[in-house]
């Protein structure tokens, strides 16, 4: 992922790149291989056809003559040119629904049921992203349960010492700070459009010379104890 996130700190704002953190090390590159030659994973078409392919029998094919266009047979899809698709139990596609978000207790017995709300991206909007209040990094990494690790960086020396004074506060301090959305900095972010709501926090660490790396840590779930 490779995007935009607007930033507020002591009264300064700035746009930043958002990223996928760097792995320390390069990760292996796997090759699978036969007796005739280099293997690799593609997506194509089987048939295309109204019937499961698992269950399919001949005699279905000669009973209920499906529309089987088997020009299709090992033609390469195009991801981009794909779209999903919804089927009900019958195998017909369905174009009128509602999508439903079902909210679970710490029992993970259903609490509510609610439309899904189609939230818009949050993160480079005209209004910044606040640094809210500090909390220590152990009760945020046992409270909260983190979903995805993305980093922020400079482009530019501005950029880099507006980073580098926020991420020596945190490692300091030993702690994590609350980053919100909306005009009090207390609302989740939201990444892509129709994208779900995220808690955030920063996490600092700075090295030896003069590199530093902040990390945005990004939850859904709280951990609690069931009554």
Not at 130 to 156: C, N, P, W
Not at 182 to 203: D, I, M, Q, T, W
């Amino acid at each position: 992922m490779n995007t935009t996130i607007h930033l507020e700190y002591e009264g300064k704002t700035a746009r930043l790149p958002l990223q996928s953190p760097k792995r320390a090390k390069a990760e292996p590159v796997i090759q699978r291989r036969t007796s005739s030659g280099s293997v690799i994973t593609a997506r194509i078409f089987n048939a295309t056809s109204k019937v499961n392919p698992a269950t399919f029998t001949a005699d279905d094919l000669v009973k209920s003559d499906p529309e089987l266009d088997l020009s299709m047979a090992g033609m390469v899809a195009d991801t981009d040119l794909l779209c999903p698709a919804f089927l009900n139990d019958a195998g017909e596609v369905v174009q009128d629904f509602e999508e439903i978000e079902v909210v679970l207790g710490v029992d993970g017995a259903e609490k509510e049921r609610r439309p899904r709300t189609n939230r818009a991206a949050n993160i480079n909007d005209v209004r910044p992203l606040k640094v809210g209040k500090l909390m220590s990094a152990e009760e945020a990494l046992t409270s909260f349960v983190i979903r995805a690790v993305y980093q922020i960086v400079h482009s530019d020396g501005l950029g880099h010492e507006f980073l580098r004074g926020l991420v020596e506060k945190l490692q300091n301090e030993n702690s994590v700070a609350v980053l919100g959305a909306g005009p009090k900095g207390n609302l989740p972010l939201v990444l892509k459009e129709k994208g779900s709501p995220y808690r955030a926090f920063l996490h600092g660490e700075v090295g030896e010379d003069e590199s530093y790396r902040l990390l945005v840590l990004l939850s859904n779930q709280e951990l609690k104890l069931p009554a």
